[in-house]
């Protein structure tokens, strides 16, 4: 089984609906990231937490919130989507001491029209 | 601000042959610079990372330069194969706040022809 998950792994939705992408991770690891993959853009982060109870905003966070459910958990909501966030979404997850080595997701595309 | 690039956004190389991908940073004050292999359709997976105290890292096939007066970063892969095929980023990240954020440059994609 993969160690992280995402769902779903697309999804197609209207401007201004509610939309929740999942993570879940048995590695054990307590950072969990989600990052937005644009073509020619690289991947930039949304927002990171070093445990259940610290969550930051990353550099793009405008539109988006997040919930750390527990250790192996975190969710990305869009609450009202527009089309410019249509994207290729990343969760990832590392060890709190090597952050460099980061652990990718299968990733979740996202269209919105 | 803060920006890491990547010279070339395509590199085609012929299977055996060894790779070069390149990457520009900007900032500084960086604290370690990694290397990342993204697949067709799925998540980036980590290569190597260097710290910027040190300028060659080598590991599995692969060797990391760092040329901290110029700002540059280099991925080589040795005896390049099928499965090497893929986008590679450069990324940075500093110490600060409890660890660093990665920040990842635009990506180049490496295409190995038999």
């Known amino acids: 089984d993969a160690d992280v998950t995402q769902t779903p792994r697309n999804r197609i939705t209207k401007t201004g609906k509610r939309i929740m992408l999942e993570c879940s991770q048995t590695k054990g690891h307590d950072r969990m990231y989600w990052y937005r993959q644009d073509p020619g853009l690289g991947l930039r982060l949304i927002y990171y937490?070093?445990?259940?109870?610290?969550?930051n905003k990353g550099e793009i966070s405008d539109g988006y919130s997040v919930s750390r459910q527990a250790q192996a958990k975190f969710s990305l909501s869009l609450e009202s989507a527009i089309p410019n966030q249509t994207a290729l979404y990343f969760c990832?997850?590392?060890?709190?001491?090597?952050?460099?080595?980061?652990?990718f997701g299968p990733g979740t595309r996202l269209t919105v029209l | 601000g803060e920006s890491v690039g990547l010279h070339l956004p395509t590199l085609s190389v012929q299977e055996g042959d060894n790779s070069i991908i390149n990457c520009a940073y900007s900032n500084s004050a960086s604290d370690y610079f990694i290397w990342y292999k993204q697949e067709s359709g799925k998540g980036p997976q980590f290569i190597i990372d260097?710290?910027?105290?040190?300028d060659k890292r080598q590991g599995q096939r692969v060797t990391v330069l760092l040329n901290k007066t110029v700002k540059h970063l280099s991925l080589q892969i040795a005896a390049t194969q099928p499965g090497d095929s893929a986008v590679y980023f450069c990324?940075?990240?500093?110490?600060?706040?409890?660890?660093?954020?990665?920040?990842f440059g635009q990506g180049t994609e490496l295409s190995v022809k038999p």
């Open positions: 990832a997850t590392s060890e709190s001491d090597r952050y460099n080595e980061q652990f």
């Open positions: 990324a940075e990240t500093k110490f600060y706040n409890q660890g660093g954020k990665l920040i």
């Open positions: 937490s070093f445990d259940v109870k610290d969550i």
């Open positions: 260097i710290r910027s105290n040190m």
